[in-house]
């Protein structure tokens, strides 16, 4: 049986590392935010390359479940990599088949860096009131929901790697922890507005980052989206050794 994993994140944070970490892994296949088209034909957001998304990927979600996300492959892992925010308008019953990871990093980081591409940034853009959404959802059916904080993927890449790979129920593999710079043939054709930096990187690095105070139209999204952050935090792997 194939083992399909959803990373579901925000953007801005590391989850094209994590799903080059992934990539690294002889067992898994990855795939680059099936649902990106889909989002921009539904929700109207005008992203960098907004057209040439639309061009790379079937639009429609129903497609994208059955061809891609319950589609054939020839490795027994398949990862995900997810933007949270691209889950409008869409049958959810496909996670009941997957594996659902919530990939979240400090609310001031995202906005910082997000706002820079996305002027007019919501709540909604970053993706915390749907990774909330999916987590009461994991609760409610009684399992335990699996929630990486990049804080701590980038402090202690193996340690939480090997909790996440546990939490999966894979073998961790120290091929995870680098990888080559450079484009990757999975990156998605909007990887030239977003992944400069990941391009640059040969793992996870946890260089300081910028903190420089917010714009203060945005104090009023950071107060909402923090209250959702310390939520989901209180369940973020503390990784093993």
């Avoid at 929630?147 to 129920?169: F, G, R």
């Amino acid at each position: 049986m194939t083992l399909r994993i959803n990373c579901w994140s925000g953007p801005r944070n590391i989850s094209t590392a994590l799903m080059y970490s992934f990539r690294e892994r002889a067992d898994t296949t990855v795939i680059d935010e099936p649902f990106y088209a889909h989002y921009l034909r539904v929700s109207g957001r005008e992203h960098p390359g907004y057209q040439e998304v639309l061009n790379s990927q079937d639009q429609y979600s129903e497609q994208v479940i059955r061809n891609v996300i319950k589609g054939h492959y020839e490795t027994p892992v398949v990862f995900f990599k997810q933007m949270c925010h691209h889950l409008v308008e869409i049958d959810l019953s496909f996670l009941d088949n997957c594996s659902n990871i919530l990939l979240i990093r400090e609310p001031s980081l995202v906005i910082r860096s997000h706002a820079k591409n996305v002027p007019d940034l919501k709540v909604s853009d970053i993706g915390l009131d749907i990774q909330n959404f999916l987590l009461n959802k994991i609760l409610e059916s009684g399992e335990t929901p699996v929630v990486v904080d990049s804080a701590n993927l980038l402090m202690q890449p193996e340690a939480i790697l090997k909790e996440l790979c546990q939490h999966l129920e894979i073998a961790f593999d120290d091929s995870m922890l680098s990888w080559e710079p450079g484009a990757k043939p999975e990156d998605g054709v909007w990887a030239k507005h977003w992944y400069e930096n990941t391009h640059e990187s040969s793992g996870f690095s946890n260089k300081e980052p910028d903190r420089d105070s917010l714009p203060e139209k945005f104090l009023p999204v950071l107060e909402e989206a923090t209250v959702l952050y310390d939520n989901l935090k209180k369940y973020a792997c503390k990784g093993i050794e």
